[in-house]
């Protein structure tokens, strides 16, 4: 891996943009994600992001001690979250790999939340829910181990030193995951910036209710276990810079 201060820039620059709800949301100081909103939408997207995603959004204030099962319109086994799915192509893919699961993906990004929007309409997906939002608020209101994984995948690395506070994982939202992970439930973290992944590390060994679960170096050199790809590791790769796969269980 690279060193992140020296090449590579944060995904995205802060922006003021209403989220996809549009409902225009203040900006948190310490957000961790950037812009909200990038170029014109196509028409195609448009049209699904205003026919179908009332229907796939979730309304954070009917969630106060509801069972997240209920979200879905058929029985599923386990919820698992995605935070900033960015294109989808995981989210899309683990959903259609494990039906019988409910996926809640939560991305800021508007851009991000139409083209998801589309993509499971059109592959007629049932076990999707989306937050076009900031996802601390809909942290908040889901119930205790309600989730049997959550998902952090190349996240925003806020390179620069004065953005570290930016970063997703900081000790508020490692006591949140540590709250919503059921018993014996998983976090995993991906990442190709090497700083990021040490500043991960650090946090997350040292706290008593995480157990990293690597046991030699191919279990976090090596993707999961049919993992898909993404945009942003493809980017990664061809900058030469090797991406990692960390994977924490809840004790």
Do not use: C
């Not at 060193?3 to 590579?8: R, T, V």
């Not at 998983?186 to 046991?215: K, V």
């Amino acid at each position: 891996m690279t060193d992140p201060a020296s090449n590579a820039p944060a995904r995205d620059d802060p922006d003021s943009d209403a989220p996809a709800s549009g409902v225009p949301a203040p900006v948190r100081e310490t957000a961790f994600y950037g812009r909200r909103k990038g170029k014109k939408l196509r028409a195609a997207q448009a049209t699904h992001l205003v026919r179908d995603l009332p229907a796939l959004a979730i309304d954070t204030a009917t969630l106060d001690g509801r069972p997240l099962a209920e979200l879905f319109p058929h029985p599923v086994r386990a919820v698992r979250l995605e935070i900033g799915f960015g294109g989808g192509e995981h989210l899309l893919s683990e959903a259609r790999r494990h039906p019988d699961i409910g996926y809640i993906g939560a991305e800021a990004f508007l851009n991000g939340i139409a083209k998801m929007t589309a993509a499971i309409a059109e592959a007629g997906l049932a076990n999707v829910r989306l937050h076009g939002d900031d996802v601390v608020p809909l942290l908040d209101r889901l119930p205790d181990g309600a989730l049997e994984r959550i998902d952090l995948l190349y996240p925003d690395p806020w390179p620069k030193r004065r953005h570290w506070k930016r970063r997703f994982v900081q000790a508020d939202n490692i006591d949140r995951i540590a709250r919503l992970l059921a018993p014996g439930g998983h976090f995993r973290f991906a990442t190709d910036i090497e700083h990021y992944a040490a500043w991960t590390l650090a946090r997350l060994n040292a706290d008593p209710r995480f157990e990293w679960t690597a046991r030699r170096a191919d279990d976090w050199r090596l993707p999961w276990e049919g993992w898909p790809g993404t945009r942003y590791e493809a980017k990664a790769l061809r900058e030469g810079r090797r991406p990692g796969y960390y994977e924490f269980r809840r004790i």
